[in-house]
């Protein structure tokens, strides 16, 4: 049995949108903010990984309602000052967290 790659763009858009009870047109506009990971494939997919970055993104976004100038900020923050262990281990606590706020607290937002 192959172990998972967390890594592996299978993914798509739709199905995170699902999986984070927000709509794709949301996450669009993230991705449009360049809030979410970057991907040059036309059709795009997202990894696991990446996963918890678009629902730490959309956390911020529609919970702590932080604008997407600080969404940037706070993820380049996490990208240029925490090496790849620490920046897993501050997600998998954050996924925690989320985990714990109950769906009809996490509103989508449609303007930032």
Known sequence: MALLD???DVIPLSSISELLTAKV??????????????????KKLYSINDIKIISFV???ASVKKINANGIKYIIEM?????DEKNRTDFLDLVEQKLEKISGPEVTDVETM
């Open 6 to 8: 967390n890594n592996k």
């Open 25 to 42: 047109r949301t996450l669009k506009m993230y991705e449009e903010k360049g809030l979410l990971p970057h991907k040059k494939e036309v």
């Open 58 to 60: 959309h956390y911020l």
């Open 78 to 82: 996490l990208q240029s000052n925490m």
